[in-house]
């Protein structure tokens, strides 16, 4: 199994309050991705990295900033909760750009009240 | 723009079957292919993985078929057991690291 490692997995939290979520990997992959699971949408991108402090907008990013200081470490934060982002949170890494395989985190499940 | 459809959506079978798991695809312009796994409560499990050239691989009870002109993947489980019952995605990479499209999936519970 992949060594990626994401926390907390379980949280609940009130709307308006700022949540960080972390995906620690071991696998020393470029590349790390964030992603939300949500009955009747599927996975959907929300940001990704390509490097060291290089990181770009998936299809859903509203609402949410990333930040990759280290190549193990990629957080995502919520600024300000809302509801609409009660969901499963995926991080999934990848050894090379487009063609590589993704490999994925046991996921977040954030609750916003 | 790339779309993923899975059918059925959902399906159940008696232990022992030999099953077939669909995924469509309707831009032929792609990297590669990839099937997962996910059980409840999980993340995805990777399971396979089809580069463009390639037109199937196989892993253990598990064999995925690629054809790019037609736009479908298959996924075969020979000898099915409980222990397969998940749902099952397909995703399909046709650009760089952010057009990666999943699949909706397909729940599979096998019946003991």
């Known amino acids: 199994d992949a060594g990626i490692t994401q926390s907390p997995r379980h949280k609940v939290t009130e709307t308006g309050t700022p949540v960080t979520l972390r995906c620690h990997q071991t696998e020393n992959h470029r590349y790390m991705y964030w992603y939300r699971q949500d009955p009747g949408h599927g996975l959907r991108l929300i940001h990704y990295?390509?490097?060291?402090?290089?990181?770009d907008k998936g299809e859903v990013s509203d609402g949410y900033s990333v930040s990759r200081s280290k190549t193990e470490d990629f957080l995502l934060t919520l600024e300000s909760a809302t509801s609409s982002q009660t969901s499963v949170y995926f991080c999934?890494?990848?050894?090379?750009?487009?063609?590589?395989?993704?490999?994925f985190g046991e996921g977040s499940r954030l609750t916003v009240l | 723009k790339q779309e993923v459809t899975q059918i059925p959506a959902a399906l159940s079978v008696p232990e022992g079957e030999n099953l077939v798991l669909n995924c469509s695809f309707t831009?032929?312009?792609?990297?590669?292919l990839q099937w997962f796994r996910q059980d409840p409560g999980k993340g995805l499990t990777s399971l396979l993985l089809?580069?463009?050239?390639?037109r199937e691989q196989t892993s253990g009870r598990l064999n995925a078929s690629l054809d790019k002109s037609s736009g479908r993947s298959t996924l075969y489980i020979a000898a099915s057991q409980p222990g397969d019952s998940a749902t099952y995605l397909c995703a399909v990479i046709s650009g760089g690291y952010q057009k990666v499209t999943f699949g909706t999936g397909t729940k599979l519970q096998v019946i003991p």
């Open positions: 089809i580069q463009s050239s390639q």
């Open positions: 831009d032929s312009a792609i990297y590669n």
């Open positions: 990295s390509y490097g060291v402090k290089d990181t």
């Open positions: 999934a890494i990848s050894e090379s750009n487009g063609p590589g395989e993704l490999f």
